[in-house]
């Protein structure tokens, strides 16, 4: 009886503990959203204090988003089909592409800024802080600027195209698209923060940004344009395409079930070793007072 009640106390103990774990995880989540909100709204405010600037940002970036319309236009014009691809579902792939440069540009000036902060010793008063460094580097300054015609636009494109092509709008296939949309996210801002940590080793940084660029724009249109390598290296080694193409090809029908276990994978692997660079960086940090 006695070991009995020990193998209980025992199993109790354990989910005690379990319990713990994720009540401080939860915890942890609900600070770092506020935080998140917080940063939100005061990068909104300090903006608006500047309302020229604001709207000048926002006029560049709608004379970008013209250009992506131009392509659109081009498609319809020509009305050719890609494979399965009509220009029903190309609208559709390059809307999403627009409402995710939206949000990568959201917080982009962080990673750019990054080795200006490494180079004069910024990084310093940010290590102090009793929070992450790292999600206090990366999103302590968000654009609205450019965010908003992204998404205004992207959103636009992304609906018409999803109407247009007549793919299925059920509740399961709208929740699938959505949590795949934040998965892209997360890959997003994992994988594109990799390169920039670099500055932590070496001086200039400006061709890392227009590599990142020039890399980012591969998935101004579909996967299936490109050959059957440049697809596989663009899904499995460096998963650019996993970000704009998987949520459109769920919606399509066209994503298997391995390509949706990667679409989950993909994010968290890339946030794993975008954690694991970031700390090995910070180790050979030396501010500019040593």
């Known amino acids: 009886m006695g ?14 503990a379990g319990r713990t774990f994720l009540s401080n995880v939860a915890a942890a989540a609900k600070r770092y959203l506020h935080l ?41 014009r020509a009305g050719i089909n890609i494979g399965v691809l009509t220009p ?6 390059i809307g999403l592409y627009v409402l995710m440069t939206g949000f990568y540009m959201l917080y982009y000036g962080n990673f750019t800024s990054l ?25 302590r300054r968000l654009d609205f600027s450019l965010l908003l015609p992204d998404f205004v636009v992207g959103a636009v494109m992304v609906g018409i195209g999803w109407r247009r092509a007549g793919l299925p709008s059920d509740f399961g296939t709208v929740a699938g698209f959505l949590f795949l949309f934040m998965c892209s996210c997360l890959l997003t801002y994992s994988l594109f923060l990799i390169p920039h940590l670099l500055c932590f080793w070496i001086v200039s940084t400006r061709g ?15 996967q299936m344009i490109y050959g059957r390598w440049m ?32 679409a989950v994978a993909a994010p968290i692997l890339a946030f794993v ?8 960086a910070l180790r050979s940090y030396t501010s500019a007072s040593s």
């Open 115 to 139: 080795s200006t902060m490494v180079r004069e010793g910024q990084l310093d008063m940010y290590l102090v802080k009793p929070m992450s460094t790292q999600f206090l580097v990366t999103l």
């Open 208 to 222: 890392i940004t227009d590599m990142t660029a020039a890399l980012w724009d591969f998935n101004n249109m579909p």
């Open 36 to 76: 998140l909100h917080v940063f939100a709204r005061f990068s909104l405010m300090s903006q608006l204090e500047y309302r020229a600037n604001f709207v000048a940002g926002v006029a560049v970036e709608t004379g970008w988003m013209l250009i992506k319309l131009l392509y659109v236009a081009v498609i319809y």
């Open 273 to 280: 070793i975008a954690r694991l660079v970031w700390k090995r």
């Open 3 to 16: 070991s009995f009640f020990e193998d209980k106390k025992g199993d109790m103990s354990k989910y005690g």
């Open 231 to 262: 697809q596989r290296i663009g899904t499995f080694i460096l998963p650019i395409f996993v970000i704009t193409n998987f949520p459109g090809l769920f919606l399509m029908g066209e994503l298997s079930d391995g390509m949706m276990i990667w």
């Open 88 to 93: 029903d579902h190309i609208m559709l792939f």
